[in-house]
């Protein structure tokens, strides 16, 4: 793919469209002097440096990647109409992309009916389906487990829903049996269970806690955010193949919300919600006399909370969905790639003299921690921290790195053995969700290896 190219394409198109209406002469106001623009552009440019690499498989540290080429110009071909996807009039053709993409993300995850809409991030995506929780069952709190992401804590506050944590087990996973306790006491409505933690990359038991959704009658959501496309994984033949059951079961889920703009290889922010039920629009309805005029059929305003919404982020999924589709064989070996090289350096980090793996990667989030003498969650804390800060900060061959802070008793449950000298230590965190990690693993555990000697 010819990236130059093809975003000159896309001002092509642009112009040629332009061209089909009466020719306009831009105002006065709006024109910029070259020069002036160069300057501005030369800061832009120079202040844009004071990034990390995140393009680099030397970037092993949060979830942050760039975009797919064909996404950022999928993006751009459409941010130069500028549509808008709250109405129809706002956005026609890329509100069709919208339903289309959509429906692509519905059927990955096994859904044969849906309502569904995109949203500028994960954030929202989930307060869309805790509002719809909360309609569902008024009165009634929502239980996430300690590992769930801290937004679904903050969501019930903003929605004035009373929020319940769940303790997890040795993996990071929802606890069933403290789930059940509490879902004895009728204080719950919805559960939300997450496929793909944030901070361990842990897939909770969806299949398992369906039975509890029969027992006793609650609302299970979905927080697929960062894991979701790892459905594509589910069940195949190779290392990187992923056990069926809970990606399975979440087509059983009344709610789900995933983030396109993490493994689907969108620029920020494109996050989706999808209700199992499409009569959840129901809790949408508003009247707006001066937006829903152009057309009979449903706005997608009419079935979200957003109001503005780019119609470029429907058409930088829709573009990139056409050249790498939401299937094993398409998406799918992109995500493979990044699986492949966490179990590489789970490996080598289990064979290591210098390194012990905290937990087994089950999507591509490792995570490690260095053997310290003594060896005490103090010392494990303090050479984390300088193993990260010293990587980064070498001149040549830097790696960047993240930390993640675990409590002690959490830490006990997987390694014996270790002073318990503090309430918790950071260890070591590496998100390889760029393909090209697969390829650079070895190197970077050699660089890890060196910076624990250093």
Same mark, same amino acid.
């Given at each position: 793919?010819?990236?130059?190219?093809?975003?000159?394409?896309?001002?092509?198109?642009?112009?040629?469209?332009?061209?089909?209406f009466?020719?306009?002469?831009?105002?006065?106001?709006?024109?910029?002097?070259?020069?002036?623009?160069?300057?501005?552009?030369?800061?832009?440019?120079?202040?844009?440096?004071?990034?990390?690499?995140?393009?680099?498989?030397?970037?092993?540290?949060?979830?942050?990647?760039?975009?797919?080429?064909?996404?950022v110009?999928?993006?751009?071909?459409?941010?130069?109409?500028?549509?808008?996807?709250?109405?129809?009039?706002?956005?026609?053709?890329?509100?069709?992309?919208?339903?289309?993409?959509?429906?692509?993300? =519905?059927?990955?995850?096994?859904?044969?009916?849906?309502?569904?809409?995109?949203?500028?991030?994960?954030?929202?995506?989930?307060?869309?389906?805790?509002?719809?929780?909360?309609?569902?069952?008024?009165?009634?709190?929502?239980?996430?487990?300690?590992?769930?992401?801290?937004?679904?804590?903050?969501?019930?506050?903003?929605?004035?829903?009373?929020g319940?944590?769940?303790?997890?087990?040795?993996?990071?996973?929802?606890?069933?049996?403290?789930?059940? $306790?509490?879902?004895?006491?009728?204080?719950?409505?919805?559960?939300?269970?997450? =496929? @793909? &933690?944030?901070?361990?990359?842990?897939v909770?038991?969806?299949?398992?806690?369906?039975?509890?959704?029969?027992?006793?009658?609650?609302?299970?959501?979905?927080?697929?955010a960062?894991?979701?496309?790892?459905?594509?994984?589910?069940?195949?033949?190779g290392?990187?193949?992923?056990?069926?059951?809970?990606?399975?079961?979440?087509?059983?889920?009344?709610?789900?919300?995933?983030?396109?703009?993490?493994?689907?290889?969108?620029?920020?922010?494109?996050?989706?919600? /999808?209700?199992?039920?499409?009569?959840?629009?129901?809790?949408? /309805?508003?009247?707006?006399?001066? &937006?829903?005029?152009?057309? $009979?059929?449903?706005?997608?305003?009419?079935?979200?909370?957003?109001?503005?919404?780019?119609?470029?982020?429907?058409?930088?999924?829709?573009?990139?969905?056409?050249?790498?589709?939401p299937?094993?064989?398409?998406?799918?070996?992109?995500?493979?790639?990044?699986?492949? =090289? =966490?179990?590489?350096?789970?490996?080598?980090?289990?064979?290591? $003299?210098?390194?012990d793996?905290?937990?087994?990667?089950? /999507?591509?989030?490792?995570?490690?921690?260095?053997?310290?003498?003594?060896?005490?969650?103090?010392?494990?804390?303090?050479?984390?921290?300088?193993?990260?800060?010293?990587?980064?900060?070498?001149?040549?061959?830097?790696?960047?790195?993240?930390?993640?802070?675990?409590?002690?008793?959490q830490?006990? /449950?997987?390694?014996?053995?270790?002073?318990?000298?503090?309430? @918790?230590?950071?260890?070591?965190?590496?998100?390889?969700?760029?393909?090209?990690?697969?390829?650079?693993?070895?190197?970077l555990? $050699?660089?890890?290896?060196?910076?624990?000697?250093?």
């Open positions: 793919m010819d990236f130059r190219y093809w975003l000159g394409q896309a001002l092509t198109s642009n112009e040629a469209w332009a061209e089909t009466t020719p306009v002469r831009p105002h006065p106001s709006l024109e910029i002097p070259d020069g002036r623009f160069e300057t501005a552009f030369e800061e832009l440019t120079e202040r844009l440096k004071d990034n990390y690499p995140f393009f680099h498989p030397s970037y092993a540290g949060q979830m942050l990647k760039p975009p797919h080429p064909a996404a110009v999928g993006y751009l071909t459409a941010m130069l109409v500028n549509p808008n996807n709250h109405a129809l009039d706002g956005g026609p053709a890329t509100a069709e992309m919208e339903r289309e993409v959509v429906r692509q993300l =519905a059927t990955m995850f096994g859904y044969t009916e849906h309502l569904g809409h995109l949203t500028t991030s994960g954030t929202v995506a989930n307060l869309e389906a805790l509002f719809v929780a909360r309609e569902t069952h008024p009165g009634k709190g929502i239980a996430y487990s300690a590992e769930a992401h801290y937004t679904h804590g903050r969501m019930c506050g903003v929605l004035g829903v009373e319940h944590t769940v303790p997890v087990d040795a993996r990071g996973a929802m606890d069933l049996d403290a789930l059940e $306790e509490l879902l004895r006491t009728g204080k719950i409505g919805t559960v939300v269970l997450t =496929a @793909g &933690t944030t901070a361990l990359g842990t909770e038991p969806v299949h398992e806690a369906m039975a509890l959704r029969e027992r006793y009658g609650v609302r299970v959501h979905v927080d697929a960062y894991g979701g496309f790892f459905r594509l994984l589910s069940g195949l033949d290392p990187e193949g992923l056990p069926e059951a809970p990606w399975l079961a979440i087509a059983e889920a009344d709610s789900i919300v995933i983030d396109p703009h993490k493994h689907g290889l969108q620029p920020y922010g494109c996050g989706a919600v /999808l209700f199992k039920d499409p009569g959840a629009g129901r809790f949408y /309805l508003h009247d707006s006399p001066y &937006t829903y005029f152009t057309s $009979e059929d449903l706005h997608l305003g009419e079935i979200s909370l957003e109001c503005s919404r780019a119609g470029a982020a429907a058409a930088a999924l829709w573009l990139t969905f056409q050249v790498l589709p299937t094993p064989d398409g998406l799918g070996r992109v995500l493979a790639a990044g699986r492949r =090289a =966490a179990l590489r350096w789970a490996k080598l980090l289990e064979d290591s $003299e210098r390194f793996l905290y937990q087994s990667p089950e /999507l591509d989030i490792v995570t490690y921690f260095p053997r310290t003498e003594p060896l005490s969650l103090s010392k494990i804390d303090e050479t984390s921290a300088r193993i990260m800060r010293v990587g980064m900060a070498a001149a040549k061959d830097p790696v960047f790195l993240s930390t993640l802070r675990v409590s002690g008793p830490f006990g /449950l997987r390694h014996t053995g270790v002073d318990a000298d503090a309430d @918790g230590a950071r260890i070591l965190r590496s998100v390889l969700m760029k393909p090209e990690s697969e390829d650079h693993v070895d190197r555990h $050699e660089r890890l290896e060196e910076l624990s000697r250093g």
